[in-house]
T-cell receptor
Framework: NAGVTQTPKFQVLKTGQSMTLQCAQDMNHEYMSWYRQDPGMGLRLIHYSVGAGITDQGEVPNGYNVSRSTTEDFPLRLLSAAPSQTSVYFCASSYGGHRYRETQYFGPGTRLLVL | TQLLEQSPQFLSIQEGENLTVYCNSS?????LQWYRQEPGEGPVLLVT?????EVKKLKRLTFQFGDARKDSSLHITAAQPGDTGLYLC?????????????FGTGTQLKVEL
């Protein structure tokens, strides 16, 4: 198993550009989520999905779109990049997301710099 | 937004010392998880506690969930350089959208020889 994979590892964008951060998992997990990590603020939930075709907003969804057409993939789209979106983005997945003791598996992250 | 404050924010100690990291909130959580994150990688789950007052041990690491389920602590005995990393607590609440995690602000630990 590759676990949770993310591409690209690093990206530089200009303000106003759009891009898609890719996330895939090969563990047949239902629950997938996107977080951003900023210094001194921990990880904040952007969007999540409880299964193919179902997505919902997290704590900081503005400026981001998601879709979940398959169980394996959960891409995050930046519609018009802004410097405030400079961050490290993590994708995570878990079996069902409904149990307290469930383990979330994180990908290695995508480092995004918006100029 | 339910905030989880961690203290200290940074900690630099010598090998063999003991340390405690605290995770505090004004909100009640159904569960509390601790993660460790190494540079360039995603967080990795260390432990989950769900019962008020629960204590779990993982080798030299001891985790405790507060009686009121608002706070938690991580104690490391005889720290080693391999313990270096960013430690994150995360409070969980079950909602219609699954187990939503609120992450703490993080504690950066450095253990030197």
């Amino acid at each position: 198993n590759a676990g949770v994979t993310q591409t690209p590892k690093f990206q530089v964008l200009k303000t106003g550009q759009s891009m898609t951060l890719q996330c895939a998992q090969d563990m047949n997990h239902e629950y997938m989520s996107w977080y951003r990590q900023d210094p001194g603020m921990g990880l904040r939930l952007i969007h999540y999905s409880v299964g193919a075709g179902i997505t919902d907003q997290g704590e900081v969804p503005n400026g981001y779109n998601v879709s979940r057409s398959t169980t394996e993939d959960f891409p995050l789209r930046l519609l018009s990049a802004a410097p405030s979106q400079t961050s490290v983005y993590f994708c995570a997945s878990s079996y069902g997301g409904h149990r307290y003791r469930e383990t979330q598996y994180f990908g290695p992250g995508t480092r995004l710099l918006v100029l | 937004t339910q905030l989880l404050e961690q203290s200290p924010q940074f900690l630099s100690i010598q090998e063999g010392e003991n340390l405690t990291v605290y995770c505090n909130s004004s909100s009640v959580f159904s569960s509390l998880q601790w993660y460790r994150q190494e540079p360039g990688e995603g967080p990795v789950l260390l432990v989950t506690v769900v019962t008020g007052g629960e204590v779990k041990k993982l080798k030299r690491l001891t985790f405790q969930f507060g009686d009121a389920r608002k706070d938690s602590s991580l104690h490391i005995t005889a720290a080693q350089p391999g313990d270096t990393g960013l430690y994150l607590c995360a409070g969980g609440r079950l909602t219609g959208g699954g187990n939503k995690l609120t992450f703490g602000t993080g504690t950066q630990l450095k253990v030197e020889l």
